[in-house]
């Protein structure tokens, strides 16, 4: 499939680049809805996830719930896969081929994990060295690159008043080892 970037780009791809630009969890985009991408405002509304049973609900926290801006790359992506995606009864933008929630076990082993293995990041043993939330961690490193306030990179990444403030230290301190 072409995508308005010249690439053909698989949609497990879409994943991968929104995980990476938006800092979304994997569990977020499993539950994302085409409700919930407004491209006139070039946002994300993040208000549901899919749990580890492809059941859909409220995000890990009240918190959760927020809006992310899109980068001109996910922007592009959204708009040509809107295009090709399944069709899923409850507007889910990446379904699985059925138009159910795609099952979070399928897209690390048969999408990130090969994709690690295949490039070369990998362990002494050869096995895959992160998981997927590390593009989490990526995000981050991206919105500190382009210069952005300490404190919006932690609202985006851990919303405020996050539920369990022990995940929220570990992304503090990487923030702050790059911040000026």
Known sequence: MQTHLGTSMPPEGGYIIKAIFTGMRISELRGLTWDNVDF?????????????????????SRAGVRSIPMAPTVSKISVAWKDQAPDSSIGLVFPNSVGKVQNYSNIYNRVFKPMLVDNGIVDDQGQSKFGIHALRHAAASLFIEQGWNPMEIQTLQTPRRHSKQSLAIPLKAEISRYSP
Do not use: L, N, T
Not at 40 to 60: H, L, M, N, T
């Open 40 to 60: 006139q405002s070039k946002v994300i509304r993040v208000d549901q996830r899919a749990d580890e049973y492809c059941e859909i609900g409220a995000p890990k």
